[in-house]
């Protein structure tokens, strides 16, 4: 059996949390990261027949929802109340590794002072739910707290035409790596499956959502993908925070994405610019 610290999902686990909590978008025990693993690579470090304990599904509270097309499945998942500061020091106390079950979850590693999963576990599962159906390849879910996107929900309209629109407008770049958009819900109570329905239900059609005054969920095929989102929708809300103050001399014309979206040849929200 290979060492389970120098598995390269968990080197990856930990470079991002550690990466994040540097970008200071992940305060105290802020954010959250589930990344399916396949079996076969599990297998080269762990025996799959060992659960350590089953944990109730759970957000804040035990939580009835379905998880089915999930059940066997293997994730890596940040644990609740960690800090991301924290997890490249101790991996085996902030990370751990669960399989789904029908009813409850199975943990494999980790979770050492006798942990659970992130509070936003529901959401986390739902999304994944939502992703795999529109995308077979989709791995990675990571919640988090940029600060520009944060402080942008407070000033700009939270209306996601109008907010992918500004968004788009800030850097060149944006329409070309999240093309479909962002989506936004509107300031609901975290650690529900109420709060996870709703991001599943956008992640059909988004693979970015805002949570108003709260932070950002992305998805994608790996955690430098889905990281990637994340950055560069805080890039620009980083720019949109520097200058929505200052008057506006020069922008980024909606022709002008048309041609980038043509050039890239991906498939965009046409109705989100102003044609
Ligand atoms: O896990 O970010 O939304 C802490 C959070 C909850
Ligand atoms: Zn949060």
Redesign the pocket.
């Known amino acids: 059996m290979k060492d389970i610290m120098a598995a390269p999902f968990v080197r990856e686990m930990c470079a991002t949390t550690a990466n994040m909590y540097r970008l200071g978008w ?1 305060e105290r ?4 990261i589930s990344y399916m693993l396949d079996e076969k690579e599990v297998k080269e470090y762990l025996d799959i027949d060992n659960v350590i304990r089953t944990i109730p599904l759970m957000g804040v509270n035990e939580v009835d929802i379905d998880i089915t097309p999930l059940v066997g499945k293997y994730f890596i998942v ?1 644990g ?2 960690k800090y991301f500061k924290n997890v490249e020091a101790d991996p085996e106390t902030n990370l751990g590794i669960v399989r789904i079950a029908k009813n409850n979850i199975e943990l494999l590693w980790g979770y050492k002072d006798g942990g659970r999963p ?3 576990f529901p959401a986390h599962m739902m999304s994944h739910m939502a992703r795999l159906k529109v995308d077979p390849e989709n791995r990675v879910v990571i ?3 940029p600060t520009n996107t944060l402080a942008m929900n407070y000033v700009h309209e939270l209306d996601e035409k109008k907010f992918t629109h500004t968004l788009w407008e800030m850097c060149t770049e944006c329409i070309v790596v999240f093309p479909e958009g962002v989506g936004i819900l509107p300031w609901m109570l ?2 529900t499956s109420e709060i996870g329905k709703a991001t599943a239900k956008k992640m059909e059609e988004f693979r970015l959502v805002v ?1 108003a005054m ?2 950002i969920y992305g998805a994608g095929k790996t955690l430098d993908e889905t990281f990637g989102l994340i950055e560069t929708v805080e890039k620009a809300a980083q720019i949109y925070m520097l200058t929505a103050h200052l008057p506006r001399v020069n922008t980024i014309k909606d022709e002008d994405m048309v041609k980038l979206v043509e050039l890239f040849g991906v498939k965009y929200r046409k109705d989100f610019l102003d044609l």
């Open positions: 992940d025990n802020g954010g959250n940040t609740t109340g992130t509070s936003e919640h988090s707290h975290c650690g949570w709260h932070g």
